[in-house]
């Protein structure tokens, strides 16, 4: 059997590596476990604005999440539009493993987490909503529809909301693992786009789109503006591509073609594919440097750059 190894999108995706790491290393290992442990820990993270409590809200002002978690084309699970609910991924599990749905959305979802025992919580924080003050006082007179850019918060934010680094809290954490058994399994969560239009919901929580998983040829993770994703089945395509037999790196290249072929890029558009295969061999892409995979592995821990960069 391969080394057990969690790879998490992004320079948050250590601290998310380090909650599922006690899933991979122990006697009893859990992929499932370990990449719900990593979505978890990036949700009750404050500093991480773009995932769980805290995160940059919609233009009304409210936070909303999504999640999605998978093992297999027969298991898995997904939530959107959460806006009372920590912990988005742990209702995913819940859907996938208690009922015969795949996804439930809005009220639904979140009633369905109140009949399991899950508390209903207040996700803005003081930081989050002088976020949306910043952003009402800057935004144009006239609302414009267009949805936001990936990162697009760092175009309203001063130094004393979130950071410019390359380094700095960008998007989706999304998760993938290979356990000491072997197991695949894969996860992410996400409040989407900063100061999007209410109700919007982007690739994370669609199966296929920002995640998918097939314990035969792989898995795949996406990060970024997920209308570019949502276009193409990202994560889908990813794991066909390894499936034919490609290569991860092969496999993660070719959704960003695709997507590079089929729209009109802005410079601050910013896709990356993260493509796990059953063996444990694996590698990232994306369209544009600035973007970091958090890997751990009995020997390793650490943060690197993608294996392709698409555009300058």
Sequence with gaps: MPDPIVLSTWSFGQRANAAAWPYLAGNATSSLDAVEAACRACEADPRVMSVGLGS????????????????????????????????????????????????????????????????????????????????????????????PAANFEEQFIDEGLAHRDDRAPHDTVGVLALDAR????????????????PGRVGDSPIIGHGLYVDPRAGAAVATGLGELVMGVCGTFLAVEAMRRGAAPREAAVEVLQRIIDSYTLRAEHQVAIIALDSQGRWSSAALRAGYHTAVRTPTRDELVDPEQVMLP
């Design 56 to 147: 940059y809200p919609d233009q009304a002002g409210e936070v909303s999440l999504d999640a999605s978690i998978m093992l297999a084309p027969a298991r898995c699970g997904s939530v959107c539009y959460v806006r009372r609910f920590l912990h988005p991924i742990s209702i995913a599990r819940l859907v996938m493993e208690k009922t015969a749905h795949t996804m439930l959305a809005g009220a639904g979802a979140e009633r369905f987490a109140e009949l399991h025992g899950m508390t209903p919580t207040d996700l803005s924080t003081e930081q989050s909503r002088a976020a949306w003050q910043k952003w009402l006082a800057a935004r144009p007179a006239v609302e414009r529809s267009d949805l």
């Design 182 to 197: 072997g197991q695949l399994a894969g996860a992410c969560s996400t409040s989407g786009s900063a100061f999007k239009l």
